[in-house]
């Protein structure tokens, strides 16, 4: 009997902690937070369970309802935790590998990021061998809506995920060219879905431009960003579009290392 094996003979069927788990999942499936209703029945369990089982979550803060709206999402512990096991994953070594190859290939910083939370999480990253550089390791948060993978991801999301986050999320003027109008990031998001790819003119770091192409899981979905990050002195938006095909060609590669 293998490990898993052993834990699902261990622990019943109606256990609270498989419930909640059965939760979790069901808020990860939905593509807006969902409301109480809307869970029970997903989760085929009665509301005033489903209710406490929330609440116990929402009191350890893995997941938070949404203000006057009654929909549950998944709060920033939950984000950090989900952020830390994609960094350990079985799989980084090949994915650090793929990006060394870009790297070499191009001659510039490159990394991989996922969305987490309002902000966008760097999974890896490799540094060009140049003496200007910008320190943002694994583990490094930038917000979505100013950078290259961060307007990849919103403009990917269904439309009205996307109005949400405009309306609730503070828009911060990092520069002076930070988009902190929700008129003209919509104008954005649509062309990053036309040309597919999206440009970070130093919208967050001042002198730092960057581009990013989506990663897809098989099922076709944008799940992760793999961009290309140099100081403008290098590389401005329009030079730095000759380094699409070989982001392209590794954002298929990491397609394979992609376990989620």
């Known amino acids: 009997m293998d490990m898993s094996t052993e834990l699902h003979a261990e622990v019943p069927a109606g256990s609270a902690i498989l419930r909640a788990l059965r939760i979790l999942e069901s808020l990860a499936e939905h593509e807006r937070p969902p409301q109480l209703a809307e869970i029970a029945q997903a989760v085929q369990l009665p509301k005033p369970t489903v209710l406490r089982i929330l609440g116990t979550l929402e009191h350890a803060g893995i997941v938070a309802r949404e203000p006057d709206t009654k929909r549950y999402g998944f709060a920033e512990r939950l984000n950090r935790f989900a952020g830390q096991v994609l960094l ?47 320190q943002l390791g694994p583990g490094s948060r930038v917000p979505l809506y100013a950078s290259a993978g961060g307007k990849l991801f919103l403009a990917s999301m269904p439309k009205r995920s996307r109005d949400r986050f405009l309306s609730q ?27 597919g790819y999206s440009i970070d003119n130093e919208e967050y770091l001042p002198g730092i431009c960057c581009l990013a192409v989506p990663v897809r899981n098989s099922d076709g979905k944008v799940v992760a960003a793999l961009a290309v990050q140099a100081p403008s002195s290098r590389m401005r938006p329009e030079q730095g579009l000759e380094f699409l095909p070989h982001l392209r060609d590794a954002a298929e590669q990491m397609t394979a290392t992609i376990d989620w």
């Open 88 to 134: 350990s994953s079985p799989t980084r070594a090949t994915r650090h590998a793929i990006l060394e190859e870009l790297v070499e290939q191009i001659g510039e910083t490159c990394n991989l990021s996922i969305p987490n939370g309002n902000a966008v999480l760097y999974l890896d990253r490799v540094e060009a061998s140049w003496p200007l550089r910008v």
């Open 169 to 195: 999320t503070p828009l911060i003027k990092h520069t002076p060219t930070t988009l902190t109008d929700g008129k003209r990031l919509t104008n954005e998001f649509n062309a990053i879905r036309e040309r």
